[in-house]
């Protein structure tokens, strides 16, 4: 079974619900104290940011970088993401992030609520990309939801990937991939891959940076 039908419903929920997106960041105190984690990572020079969104992380990481390159598939959340965003270290790009491939390479790629919505059977190929996307000496820096997250979520079984169920105001229903990635789990899957990697939990989130394989001699 594939999982593009799933990814095509993913985006149309982002897109249709872009006005609902913030709440999240009104209503917990926990998503709002994680924004602060910003200051204590390696994030420093060109600063790719993958799935924006409204950029509630584009300003914090505009006020560390030289310059941010946001990407995201949605055209209604990036022009939240502009009109929250008044800085010209910022440039903000519409692409579908599993096509998409940037011209030029960053000293850090940074996604945040991003990783949980790439397909298991993508996830090489995603940190494919992710590390042809970095200057040498470069980083990834991620945060992301965990395991004990699932519990707020209406998981949905059957599906061509890890999905649940999300609602919007007005009753329409999507299905979005979601995979709630264990920390050491993650650790251990990335590391078979090549990378060297930190990941440390940080209340029901946890926060990752990665370094990506060398080259081969």
Request: hydrophobic share 50%; no cysteine.
């Given at each position: 079974m594939s999982d593009d039908a799933l990814l095509a419903e993913q985006l149309a929920y982002y897109r249709a619900g872009a006005g609902q997106y913030d709440r999240p960041y009104v209503e917990r105190a926990e998503l709002r104290e994680l924004l602060g984690v910003v200051g204590e990572l390696p994030v420093t020079g060109d600063v790719l940011e993958l799935a924006c969104g409204t950029g509630q992380w584009t300003s914090a990481l505009a006020a560390r970088a030289d310059s941010v390159t946001a990407v995201d598939a949605a055209d209604e959340v990036l022009a939240l993401a502009r009109a929250r965003t008044a800085s010209d270290r910022v440039r903000f790009v519409r692409a579908d992030i599993?096509?998409?491939?940037?011209?030029?390479?960053?000293?850090?790629?940074?996604?945040?609520?991003?990783?949980?919505?790439v397909p298991p059977a993508r996830l090489p190929g995603f940190w494919d990309t992710v590390a042809a996307?970095?200057?040498p000496g470069g980083r990834a820096v991620f945060v992301d939801d965990g395991p004990d997250v699932a519990a707020e979520e209406?998981?949905?079984?059957?599906?061509?990937?890890p999905a649940a169920l999300r609602r919007?105001?007005?009753?329409?229903?999507y299905r979005v991939v979601k995979v709630f990635h264990?920390?050491?789990?993650?650790?251990?899957?990335?590391?078979?891959l090549g990378w060297s990697v930190h990941v440390r939990s940080v209340g029901g989130h946890f926060v990752g940076v990665a370094e990506p394989p060398g080259p081969v001699v």
């Open positions: 599993f096509e998409w491939r940037p011209a030029r390479r960053y000293d850090i790629v940074f996604f945040a609520f991003w990783l949980s919505h996307a970095l200057v209406e998981v949905l079984a059957d599906q061509a990937a919007l105001d007005d009753g329409r229903r264990d920390p050491r789990t993650l650790t251990d899957d990335l590391t078979a």
